[in-house]
């Protein structure tokens, strides 16, 4: 496919809008989107759509991940900063073998918060 390809929002917002029991406004919704990155029929999500996503999502995973390490999440920019020193962390720290394996690059944000689901 040669055209313009969705953003992981709108693709999001897509699942949703299906109304398919199960899929609404959920982490399943946000887990086929990631799979949609995969395929390549969507644009991996920017730091901001990952910051809204974590930030409006206070009881699922990367929010309870980011907490774990003992994060203060007060603010939309709290959680930009640690979201942000957790990609720097995985990418300095990480060996790059490891990174190419998880297709770090083109979706460290899928990446990073995958990780955080399993922290907290």
Known sequence: Y???????SEGINFID????????KSLTAMQLANALVFAYILHPPSLDEMLLW????????AYKGL??????????KAVLV???SFCK?????????????????ES?????????????
């Open 67 to 76: 907490e774990s390490m003992n994060f203060v999440l007060a603010t939309r």
């Open 54 to 61: 974590i930030w409006n999502h206070p009881g699922l995973g």
């Open 89 to 105: 962390h995985l990418q300095i720290y990480c060996p790059t073998s490891v990174l190419q394996t998880l297709h770090f690059q």
């Open 2 to 8: 040669t055209g313009k390809h969705p953003t992981w």
């Open 17 to 24: 809008a299906l109304k398919i029991p199960g899929f609404c």
């Open 82 to 84: 640690t979201l942000t």
């Open 108 to 120: 460290s944000l899928i990446v990073a918060e995958h990780f955080l689901c399993k922290i907290s």
